[in-house]
């Protein structure tokens, strides 16, 4: 059964420890609904947001592995093809282009919202069931069940939970996809998500046969040529604003046909941006298309990155959020700017 506004994300404080220690590290277990839905029927489709990234991809290829293994019929839907290096993943044989009869289940992984699954929206609501695994902070859910952990590195780490609570073997091919899906989630382990529980994970994974250094390689350890002629263009062009609080690059759809580059090119260069220790936010403007459609990226410590996507349709995480807009760059930056300098707190400097 579905329901579009009374689900809420699950409250689960962090508990603390007696004889005041420190508190006890944060552990959200499966709802036994969602652990339901896996055990009792056949048939499954996953998905994952559009312009997936290594979590999104990884996230439902291990849990396809899973439920694969268990018997279950399973496929794997994005809207916009992933990245090039996913086809190095194991279950790269399960992702479908366009999905047939609907499935038993439908399940949507690090997805905060529906209408992030773009045209296969309607293909998820016929589904009779659905669920929802994710770790965004967005309450409105279009589930029953839900398994939602804003406290969570990656969704792979929820995955992760989900094979344990199942007693389901942490296979090489599980590991290495859930490894692949919170070593991106987590810079490569550089983010301030990284945590405890992420690198236990990711140790198992390795043991049970993931190959960190070749998933290191494949995703940041080589880049195509359009990528780097790419970077340079957004990198020559950074502008500061708001007093040099904001670093602002801009890829436009000349910058890309001149790169010969396509989207998925663009991945990473908003982390390369954030390098520069003078600014407290870092944005990218990018324009794959030519339809006037920008892409926005926004990285920052300093403010909520999900609060200010949010205001412009979009969505994300605290330290790092995007949203897209249709129109005039300059009509979208400055509405942007005028957002945060709302935002940005106070600074002697």
Not at 2 to 30: F, I, L, V
Request: contains cysteine.
């Amino acid at each position: 059964m579905r329901n579009n506004d009374k689900s809420q994300t699950p409250k689960n404080p962090t508990p603390k420890s007696g004889n005041g220690d420190p508190p006890a590290e944060h552990y959200m277990p499966p709802p036994a609904p969602l652990l339901a839905l896996f055990q009792t029927h056949a048939s499954f489709l996953l998905f994952g947001h559009e312009n997936p990234d290594g979590d999104a991809v990884g996230s439902a290829l291990a849990l396809g592995h899973m439920l694969r293994d268990m018997g279950k019929q399973v496929s794997v839907a994005f809207p916009t093809p992933p990245p090039d290096w996913w086809t190095h993943m194991p279950g790269a044989d399960m992702v479908t282009q366009q999905p047939s009869q609907p499935p038993d289940v439908a399940v949507s992984l690090d997805c905060d919202d529906i209408s992030r699954l773009d045209h296969l929206t309607e293909a998820y609501l016929q589904a009779p069931h659905c669920a929802e695994i994710d770790h965004h902070t967005n309450t409105r859910r279009s589930c029953e069940v839900f398994y939602v952990d804003p406290q969570a590195s990656a969704v792979g780490v929820l995955i992760h939970r989900i094979l344990t609570a199942m007693d389901q073997p942490l296979t090489a091919q599980i590991g290495t996809c859930i490894y692949w899906a919170i070593a991106t989630d987590t810079g490569f382990f550089r983010f301030a998500n990284t945590n405890a529980e992420a690198l236990r994970v990711c140790a198992e994974c390795v043991a049970a046969g993931a190959d960190a250094r070749r998933i290191a390689r494949a995703t940041v350890g080589n880049r195509p040529l359009a990528h780097l002629v790419l970077k340079g263009r957004a990198l020559a062009n950074l502008k500061q604003y708001l007093d040099g609080r904001v670093l602002l690059g801009v890829v436009s759809m000349q910058d890309f046909a001149a790169a010969g580059a396509n989207r998925t090119h663009a991945e990473g260069i908003i982390d390369d941006i954030r390098l520069a220790p003078e600014a407290d936010v870092s944005v990218l403007f990018k324009a794959p298309s030519p339809n006037n459609c920008w892409q926005v990226s926004l990285r920052s410590s300093v403010i909520d990155c999900a609060e200010v996507a949010r205001r412009f349709g979009g969505g994300g995480h605290a330290e790092a959020a995007g949203f897209s807009f249709d129109g005039p760059l300059a009509d979208g930056r400055r509405h942007l700017l005028d957002a945060l300098a709302d935002l940005l707190p106070e600074t002697d400097r």
